[in-house]
T-cell receptor, first 113, second 113 residues
């Protein structure tokens, strides 16, 4: 059974803290994605990685960075968390063929106080 | 550039009634089209996808969708809704030259007994 896991389901952090969200997939997928989900806005792409150490900015990269040192792991980093980064964060992965479906993790609900 | 519109933010139906969720896309060529479902507090699960061929696509949980090129639509249907179908539904479009998907803003389905 294919699986995308995220390190935390719920996370509470304080303004200014550095926050790491981890995502691991066991499908040997080349592509990995980080989305942010907010009510009424749907899913917005933060960053995309198509290979180890390779990344591409999505639609809303400001305030975020990513790291992909191993194929199966994709980390989202909030260098200095702010209250407007309170949101649901979803990680996804997909295979190399264009048009492949994306498989999603359960999400991390982050609250920044 | 691609875009996806889900005109209905919230739909309420009675259990056993039929369902149609609307999705319109904008893309110059034939797109890849997806419907995902998100149960409360969960990640997204693929219901069905269209790449080419037969324009009526069958998915899991008794859902189907029809690609209509002339209307730029990919509406999701189910003949008889169950209470467990209450969730948020996302339409997504992909292009043949990218691994990224563009998601609609979602439609929340409420089912009354």
């Amino acid at each position: 059974d294919v699986k995308v896991t995220q390190s935390s389901r719920y996370l509470v952090k304080r303004t200014g803290e550095k926050v790491f969200l981890e995502c691991v997939q066991d499908m040997d997928h080349e592509n990995m994605f980080w989305y942010r989900q907010d009510p009424g806005l749907g899913l917005r792409l933060i960053y995309f990685s198509y290979d180890v150490k390779m990344k591409e900015k999505g639609d809303i990269p400001e305030g975020y960075s990513v790291s992909r040192e191993k194929k199966e792991r994709f980390s989202l980093i909030l260098e200095s968390a702010s209250t407007n980064q309170t949101s649901m964060y979803l990680c996804a992965s997909s295979g190399l063929a264009v048009g492949n479906e994306q498989f999603f993790g359960p999400g991390t609900r982050l609250t920044v106080l | 550039a691609q875009s996806v519109t889900q005109p209905d933010i919230h739909i309420t139906v009675s259990e056993g009634a039929s369902l149609e969720l609307r999705c319109n896309y904008s893309y110059g060529a034939t797109p890849y089209l997806f419907w995902y479902v998100q149960s409360p507090g969960q990640g997204l699960q693929l219901l069905l996808k269209y790449f080419s061929g037969d324009t009526l696509v069958q998915g899991i949980k008794g859902f189907e969708a029809e690609f209509k090129r002339s209307q730029s639509s990919f509406n999701l249907r189910k003949p008889s809704v169950h209470w467990s179908d209450a969730a948020e539904y996302f339409c997504a479009v992909g292009a043949r030259n990218t691994d990224k998907l563009i998601f609609g803003t979602g439609t929340r389905l409420q089912v009354f007994p």
